[in-house]
């Protein structure tokens, strides 16, 4: 597949997040050898005269966007549904409400599946198409495994998706429309992973869990460099964030990370939060507990398919980013989710996923703790529309 204009810069290397050690990226590749994830690295500094603000300005609406600082080389291998670029909906009435002093939520719920999974998984799939991949298989708690399938059909590829039997209808029956293979599981994402390590191992199917290879997380990052761009060349002073396996919250610390190598930035930071549900909340149990691993939640029950991970990969890199940031974590019921889905749908006339009520939950709490304050301009990641979750109950509501 030749293209028409000069192949990009993409990565330098691949280096690994626990040891530093450096692995080539012109290879598929999973996770490092010391089992944890990989992380791209660009030549930043080679990048900064020409990779600036201002080259931005009229670029697509997509998060292809930033295509300097992502992993594809050739064009031709984008695989694309027009991802990205998701609007920052100011949202005063929320705002007064919590009485602080500006508040956006960032709308991801207007991603082609409904979901911000579509931001990692086109560039995993885009990514493993071009270095060769043939056949694709993701565990999924539901909105990546939509997602994954949207970007094998886009591609051609198949895609073997592992759910948990539970997984929200409206979820399935995307996933079965675009022609995925479906297997259904009596148990957690954890449990669908360990299958399709299985089947990735006999049958050579590329593996897309979660941190497990290195590109979704550069799919992810993305959303920190448009909070720069959407708010006018600046970032927030809190970011709320609903956190599963962390993806979102570690690829946009890794954005601000080369967004001051760039020169875009300087050393302040946002600080970041991370949301869970009480049902399931081992980060919220490390970071209150001061340690820099969360280790597994035992029995995880959530109505919010998004967050039921038990254990997560990049547990210490999520742990980190919240620390350096001078954040926090909070954990939050599944019936105040659904309270606050309601509450910030009548504000703001986005219909949230549960995960994102979750985040709108989260504040008053982070306020109380003194984490928040009156003074700050805060930024809500609404992660999926509303309407993936209808029919779902919230584990735990107090009029059952
Ligand atoms: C997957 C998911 C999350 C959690 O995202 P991570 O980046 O894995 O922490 C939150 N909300 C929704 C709607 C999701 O699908």
Redesign the pocket.
């Known amino acids: 597949m030749p293209s028409a204009t000069s192949p990009l810069p993409g990565a330098a290397f691949l280096q690994c997040t626990a040891t530093d050690e450096i692995f080539d990226s012109e290879q598929l590749i999973g996770l490092s050898p010391a089992g944890k994830p990989l992380f791209a690295r660009y030549d930043l500094v080679a990048l900064r005269d020409r990779f600036t603000p201002g080259a931005l300005v009229g670029r697509a609406p997509t998060l292809w966007r930033y295509e300097e600082v992502l992993p594809v080389r050739d064009r031709a291998f984008r695989v694309t549904l027009g991802e990205g670029f998701t609007p920052l909906v100011d949202s005063p009435r929320l705002a007064r409400r919590f009485g602080v002093r500006r508040l956006w939520v960032k709308d ?1 719920g207007q991603n082609p599946t409904g ?3 579509d931001r ?1 998984l086109c560039m995993a799939v885009s990514r493993a198409f071009e270095l060769g991949a043939r056949e694709l298989a993701i565990p999924s ?4 495994a939509g997602s994954s399938a949207a970007y094998g059909a886009a591609a051609g590829l198949p895609v073997h998706v592992v759910v948990p039997e539970d997984t929200p209808l409206p979820i399935l029956a995307e996933i079965r429309a675009l022609g995925a293979d479906l297997a259904l599981l009596d148990g957690l994402i954890s449990d669908c992973g360990r299958v399709v390590r299985q089947r990735c191992d006999e049958d050579g199917w590329w593996d897309l869990s ?1 941190l497990k290879e290195p590109y979704r997380v550069e799919g ?1 990052k993305t959303m920190g460099y448009e909070l720069f761009e959407q708010l006018g060349g600046r970032l927030p002073d809190a970011i709320v ?11 946009m610390w890794k954005a601000f990370g080369e967004m001051e190598e760039l020169g875009w930035i300087g050393s302040a930071r946002p600080r970041m939060f991370s949301v869970q549900s009480t049902g399931c909340a081992p980060m919220v149990r490390a970071w209150e507990e001061g340690r820099e691993e969360a280790g597994t939640w035992e029995d995880a029950v959530t109505y ?4 039921r ?1 038990p254990g ?1 990969v990049g547990d210490f890199l ?1 742990l980190r980013a919240i620390r350096e940031s001078e954040g926090g974590a909070v954990a939050v019921p599944d019936a105040e989710m659904e309270e606050w889905v309601e509450t910030m749908g009548a504000d703001t006339g986005i219909f949230a ?4 009520g979750a985040t709108a939950a989260a504040v008053p709490r982070l306020m109380e703790m003194g984490l928040i304050g009156a003074n700050d301009e805060v930024v809500l ?1 609404n ?2 529309s509303g309407l ?1 979750y209808v029919g779902m109950e919230p584990v735990g509501r107090s009029d059952q």
């Open positions: 991801e979901s911000f999974k990692g708690a539901g909105n990546a979660t992810k964030y609903p956190t599963g396996g962390g993806t979102g919250l570690i690829g919010a398919a998004g967050l991970v997560a999520i996923a549960p995960e994102g990641f992660t999926g993936k």
